[in-house]
């Protein structure tokens, strides 16, 4: 890695909620000084077109080594672990944020449960949330970028997510600067191979007390 692309927009949002934790555009990217060695363990995600729409109670998978709960003392999980969460719509997402001012816009997604229970939390930050496509149960895309949320897995309060079909005309052409073809014209090494794939996105992810 040697240079960070952040989303021309990123910044913080405007109205309700326009504070230190609900940034808009909260997408950044990593080139790579070196082309990844793919093996069964580690091959690239799918990118979602800009027209993909995630319906609500479309059910997710968001994977990270963050915590396991909001009391959990401890850095970090030795082990990725994965949960389930559905999509929620976005009047709802906000009917229950209300109360703490905050507000979900177009470029953001929630995923979680009225009760809780599950959810992203701190350490998980820029983990995706991965969907499966609809018309292929084999192809596997990254639907949303764990961006913030209040607390971990409590009741009306669902995690937030950048959400990528927002973004993926950005960072396709960000990618394109590090296509092979660049890279031959202007002797770059950061390498990205296969069109359509991500290697990483990074965000904010913070809590509120």
Known sequence: MFELEDHGNYGNSNGIGASSVTNI???????????????????PVCLPTAA????????CTVIGWGKKNDTDSSEYEPAVNEVEVPILNRQTCNLWLAHKELNVTDGMICAGYSKGGKDACQGDSGGPLLCQDKHDEERWFVGGIVSWGIKCAHPKL????????KYVSWIQEEM???SD????KNNEKTQVTQAGKIFGIKTDNIEID
């Open 25 to 43: 555009s909260d997408s950044f990217q990593l080139p790579l000084e070196r082309r990844v060695q793919y093996h069964e363990h580690l091959r």
């Open 176 to 178: 394109s600067k590090y």
């Open 181 to 184: 073809d660049n890279n031959n």
């Open 158 to 165: 669902p995690g937030v997510y950048a959400y990528v079909p």
């Open 52 to 59: 993909t729409t995630l319906t609500p109670g479309t059910i």
